[in-house]
């Protein structure tokens, strides 16, 4: 999954792509890298964001999903607003990506019931602006696993396919570092049957990580190769799915991962 941030602010790239022909550019070049699904986003989830309002993120969204779809390139929606999903959907978005798990608008999961396409249902504590405040674990992998399970609960109830479902555990939000590194390590035990999508790229602890010699985290765009390492480690856990900034080196991580999980198997 290549990501187009249709953002001025977001934490990884904001601005780059803010323009609609640079961001449908943009998601033409992540699928010649060799992206199977492009997920565009017209909302920054970086911690501390402010929510843009419905009509803004429609603008930003709609046109660039419109066109990629008409070129015939697989399209997701990153977004917590139902009415937004819904908008995407009719411009021709084959997936949801709702970040909230459904918590962030109690119409999304109602909408999607009859749409019979995948919904990325996240591990989620809260917004953006006070989620650090709320990564607070006994049992990292416990917790998330129950209240993601508790989420696929709600939703399903709620009219949603439980085979259109995919986890994500959320890395980065409400979790501090060494809670990701925690979940990427036990990455089997939170899905059950379910499919998991993994979002680590560019994300705040892997710049901590990889601390410079002057004590500063290394900057968002110079961690590529870390998450290349995550991404053929989750791909070899069993992931389904990985959400990157960068295509091609991660494309070629996920088929390294395929082809020892196939040795394995052999």
Not at 51 to 68: F, Q, T, Y
Not at 258 to 266: D, H, L, P, Q, S
Request: aromatic share 4%.
């Amino acid at each position: 999954m290549g990501v187009v941030n249709v953002t001025p602010d977001s934490f990884s790239d904001g601005g780059a792509w803010f323009d609609p022909d640079k961001a449908i550019g943009h998601g033409h070049d992540l699928v010649h890298e060799g992206a199977d699904l492009i997920d565009v986003g017209g909302e920054s989830t970086r911690p501390g964001a402010q929510r843009v309002s419905l009509a803004e993120e429609l603008r930003r969204v709609v046109p660039v999903i419109e066109a990629l779809a008409a070129d015939g390139i697989p399209v997701s929606v990153d977004t917590m607003r139902a009415e937004v999903a819904e908008a995407a959907i009719g411009a021709g978005a084959r997936l949801v990506n709702d970040v909230s798990g459904g918590l962030a608008d109690p119409d999304m999961a109602r909408m999607l019931a009859g749409a019979g396409i995948p919904y990325v249902v996240m591990h989620w504590r809260g917004h953006s602006r006070d989620m650090d405040h709320r990564a607070e674990y006994a049992d990292v992998v416990a917790e998330v696993r129950a209240e993601l399970h508790e989420r696929v609960d709600a939703v399903v109830a709620q009219g949603v396919d439980p085979s259109m479902i995919v986890l994500d555990p959320g890395l980065g939000f409400a979790k501090k570092a060494h809670h990701n590194w925690t979940l990427l390590a036990r990455l089997g035990e939170l899905s059950g049957d379910l499919p998991v999508l993994v979002g680590a790229s560019r994300k705040r602890f892997l710049g901590r990580l990889l601390t410079e010699p002057d004590g500063h985290p290394r900057p968002f765009t110079d961690c590529d190769d870390a998450t290349v390492a995550v991404t053929a480690l989750s791909a070899a856990a069993g992931a389904w799915c990985v959400r990157v900034h960068r295509v091609r080196p991660n494309a070629d991580a996920v088929r390294v991962a395929a082809a020892v999980r196939a040795a394995g198997r052999g």
